[in-house]
């Protein structure tokens, strides 16, 4: 029932996660198996942000630089940026003596590199008064004497660490590793995808329930696009639903395959927000009424407490029914006087080295295509060969009319998105696409 009740609210999920939950079930006590982190069963111990300490689950925006004669991993661009930037003797051009350093053996695999697992787990204190017992149980047959795991029954385990692994590679190992590590992303939460090609493998109750369900509620029509995915795949087209903001009574129009936030930016509204990505709750709001739900955001933003409390980021909230929201950050002002997002054609006109890590980046808009401005603005630019867009602010005031030159002081990322690509990869006479909507100040 848990795999159909998944399955209808997020088709894919099977695909996904199913053969994971099967592996759980069937190897959750202890005898004839190890533990199923141990076991092969597709699972890959993430890596480890050494910023924020949080696992590096989102494996495709995972950084990785040297600092320090290491080499570490990060989540994000940011938290990179931090440790590599941040936090260094000098920042611009100063020196910061009482800048804090993240030095030392900051993840705990680290301390336990080449161990065994029981005796790790001993150490830790995650033994019940018997001596042996775990206190974390992966399942809750308790009653029975023989299902509880003991040290025994993970003893023979060495436990490895990433980040020794990593730094024990060659740099030919070290960049195949990665590469693997990032294409194995988790599902990406979104309301347009394919049902699963495996989608036959469910109990007749859970294939139902992908589109079935969706149907009945009336919260998806089903099409078959001849283009794309490939002929033959079912794809979800979503409905439209009106989103009211309250206290300031503005309506708008937004598709369940978009974002609210994004179904803003499209309508002109100029609500406040930042990353974008859900983590940094600059667009924290309170959902007074209706049906909705987020993806998946940073464990940081909203805090636990705001997050029971019913918060959401409208840039990681799907609405499936109308909806009313109660805005927490707003300028009623900025709110009607966003520009609707107009894509622009580009062309690379000058990549030119600031210095060790500081690029300046100058497109040519085409002479037919105009981006209108405001102050504050940002302008998106895609990365070539993705369907995926990274945010630079502009460096100069960008000319009135069609045409005109956009002017961008970047900082380079090892790993980034587009950043990464301004080491030579990007060169004068490349064709981009740029896409500018106003932000609120």
Known sequence: MDFEWFESKYPGWYAEYGAWWEAYNRLKHPGANKPIAFEEVGYQYPHRCWTCMVPCLVRQDMVVDKVDGQWRTYCSETCAWTDTTAFRPEYEGRATPSMGRLTGKREWETCYHGQD????????????????????????????????????????????????????????????????????????????????????????????????????????????DPAEPPPGRLVFVGDKHRIRFEPVGIEIEADEDETVLDATFRQG???????????????????????????????????????????????????????SVELINYDEEMLLSGIPPRQARATVAAVQSLSHDITRLVLDVHPADELPYRTGQYVDIEVPGTDQWRSFSMAGLPAEGPGGKLEFIIKRYPGGRLSGMLNGALRPGDPLTVKARTAPA
């Not at 493998?201 to 998806?220: F, Q």
């Not at 993806?295 to 499936?320: N, W």
């Open 117 to 224: 697992l029981a005796d790790i787990v001993k150490d830790l204190g995650y033994v019940r008064d018997d001596g042996k017992t775990l206190v974390p149980q992966p399942h809750l047959d308790l009653d029975d004497p023989k299902k509880p795991w003991t040290l025994d029954d993970i003893r023979g385990n060495t436990f490895i660490s990433p980040n020794v692994s990593l730094n024990e590679m060659s740099d030919e190992e070290r960049e195949a590793h990665v590469a693997d590590y990032r294409s194995r992303s988790n599902i990406t939460p979104s309301m347009l995808r394919p049902v699963p090609p495996g989608a036959e493998t469910l109990p007749p109750t859970a294939r139902e329930g992908t589109a079935g369900a969706r149907r009945r509620r009336g919260h998806h029509q089903v099409r078959r």
């Open 269 to 323: 509204v100029s609500l406040m927000h930042g990353c974008k990505e859900g983590q940094c709750s600059s667009c924290k709001s309170f959902p007074l009424d209706g049906d909705q739900q987020m993806e998946r955001y940073s464990t940081f933003a909203p805090a636990d407490y705001e997050s029971e409390e019913g918060y959401v980021l409208l840039c990681r909230t799907h609405a499936y029914g109308d909806l």
